[in-house]
């Protein structure tokens, strides 16, 4: 689950990492008035959005503006912003060309930058732990650092056991050319950032930049925190900061099924119990020239009404043109994945080509009760006999 950068400041907060005051705003008026609150000679007006690259993104009909991030000098030019960005849509790296609308912006203090660095944990699967990653290129996309020049990353894996340590913090300190009092800010910084990763059950938390002010303090400039959302029954604090505007429709009505999915760009829809077969689905697609439309894993235990939400998940994307279900059958039969895909197919009038692949429990009946519904669906020996059918299928449909 993502949050949006007030929310996120406004949790690592509670764990003692240093932010700017700030304050958000869903209307003009309401954006002059937090400005007004605040004080001060200088403000940020930052564009809330679950998407990075708002600095240089650009509005829909007014490109040659500025972008989601602008500073403002003047109480006045804080309200300006606010009308130029609030239900306006925004594109970004990240949005793609749709772009994402502005329903709410966050109106930050200004400060003295003197440095840009960037600051991320995570959990590296290589080491199985939590790990800090600090880099000199703040505001870059550390993708970008990763690329051209690893060498500027800096890690410090963290003992589960023994814990941050003041010299986890030093030994990235020192990496980043920090020096006297920013030493034992950064180190704080550090700190709190990592009992808010483990006190709210993080998967990634991102500051970037994290900047070093000219009086030496270290400060979250943009902050950025994904949560697993298997531990968020845990937080149902957390939870409630969930913006569903910001999420697509379709893998958040599989979210409220326990469905596995996520949105791509193809134009073949896949059905798979398991998200290893469901990878190796996809990617044997691409083998034959096909492209996914999406990831769609519906589980070990799906019962017939959810196979037939994922079915219909599947149907609602405009971009399918064809649809390959693929079933390893174990805890999950091979006919209960088969009722469900005949009860759907009836439900949804289905016009793309069908191509189903059983294997496992009840297999035989599963087949059965596909042959005998008198639907055109197409039935595969192997996935390979499945990708190459689909394939062929969907172009000789066009």
């Known amino acids: 689950m993502n949050i949006h950068e007030y929310q996120a400041k406004q949790l690592l907060a509670k764990y003692g990492v240093a932010v700017l005051k700030g304050g958000v705003a869903y209307t003009p008026a309401e954006a002059e008035k937090v400005a007004g609150d605040l004080g001060g000679r200088v403000w940020v007006v930052k564009s809330q959005i679950h998407a990075g690259g708002r600095g240089k ?4 009909g007014n490109e040659q503006g500025g972008g989601g991030v602008r500073l403002a000098k003047s109480v006045a030019e804080v309200k300006k912003n606010a009308v130029e960005m609030l239900g306006h849509v925004l594109v970004t790296k990240q949005t793609g060309p749709a772009g994402k609308e502005v329903k709410r912006i966050y109106i930050e203090q200004g400060c003295d930058i003197k440095r840009e660095l960037y600051l991320g944990m995570l959990i590296d699967r290589a ?3 939590v790990t800090l990653m600090a880099s000199t290129e703040g505001g870059m996309e550390i993708e970008e650092v990763a690329a051209k020049t690893p060498e500027k990353i800096l890690k410090v894996a963290i003992d589960p056991v023994e814990g941050f340590q003041p010299y986890h913090g030093r030994q990235l300190a020192f990496g980043l050319g920090l020096v006297d009092k920013q030493v034992g800010a950064f180190g704080k910084f550090c700190a709190g950032m990592y009992q808010a ?33 298997n531990a968020l029954y845990r937080h149902k604090d957390v ?7 910001e999420e697509d429709p379709a893998e958040l009505e599989a979210g409220k099924h326990a469905l596995n999915y ?27 020239g096909g492209s996914p439309a999406n990831f769609l894993d519906v589980g070990g235990g799906a019962t017939k009404e959810r196979v037939t939400t994922a079915f219909k998940i599947i ?10 279900v693929n079933i390893f059958g174990g805890i999950m039969r091979c006919d209960v994945i088969a009722e469900g895909v005949v009860a759907a197919a009836r439900e949804v ?15 035989d009946l599963g087949k059965k009760i596909l042959s005998q519904s008198g639907l055109p669906i197409v039935s595969a020996d192997n996935l390979a006999d499945a990708a190459q059918k689909v394939v062929k299928a969907v172009k000789e449909a066009k």
């Open 57 to 60: 993104g650009k509005f829909k």
């Open 127 to 129: 080491t199985s732990r």
């Open 197 to 229: 990763f483990l006190g709210l059950d993080c998967s990634v938390v991102e500051i970037n930049p994290l900047v070093v002010t000219g009086a030496g303090e270290v400060i979250a400039l943009d902050a950025k925190m994904n949560f697993d959302d």
């Open 239 to 245: 939870e409630e900061l969930r913006d569903e505007s």
């Open 262 to 288: 996520i949105k791509l760009d193809g134009n073949i829809g896949c059905m798979v119990n398991g998200a290893g077969l469901a990878m190796a689905t996809m990617d044997i697609i691409k083998l034959y």
């Open 315 to 324: 149907l609602s994307d405009k971009n399918v043109e064809g649809i390959l």
């Open 349 to 363: 009038s289905l016009n793309v080509p069908l191509v189903v692949r059983l294997e496992g429990t009840n297999v």
